[in-house]
């Protein structure tokens, strides 16, 4: 079992870049991880260190071209990626740790 961060480590509707490629982003009680990877170019999300774009605690943008994808399925909803998604890294959290389930993050 591998623990990303604590939870209280990710802003609240916000998002961190907790192992190398690895974005969490949180919604109050709940997290959720992906790839740093824009599906339009292929290349990390933000454009400074740990400086995510988000909306009101419910949309990821992307600082490039401005693709929004939602938190909860990393699905793009506004962009020139719309529809494709970024790629999921399933967590669970167990006592305020993000725990990686199954797949190795090296
Ligand atoms: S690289 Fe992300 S929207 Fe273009």
């Known amino acids: 079992m591998n623990v990303l961060c604590a939870l209280d480590d990710i802003p609240d509707g916000g998002g961190f870049e907790a ?3 690895v974005l969490v982003l949180r919604r109050g009680g709940d997290a959720w991880a992906y790839r740093n ?6 290349i990390p999300l933000n454009y400074e260190p740990d400086a995510f774009w988000t909306y009101e605690g419910a949309l ?3 600082a490039h071209h401005s693709a929004m994808f ?23 959290i167990d006592n305020g740790r993000v725990l990686i389930e199954g797949e190795s993050i090296t």
Do not use: K, N, T, W
């Open 19 to 21: 192992a190398p490629s």
């Open 37 to 42: 990877v824009c599906p339009h170019f292929s």
């Open 60 to 62: 990821l943008m992307c």
């Open 70 to 92: 939602r938190f909860e399925d990393g699905v793009c909803v506004d962009g020139p990626c719309l529809g494709a998604s970024l790629r999921h890294i399933p967590i669970r």
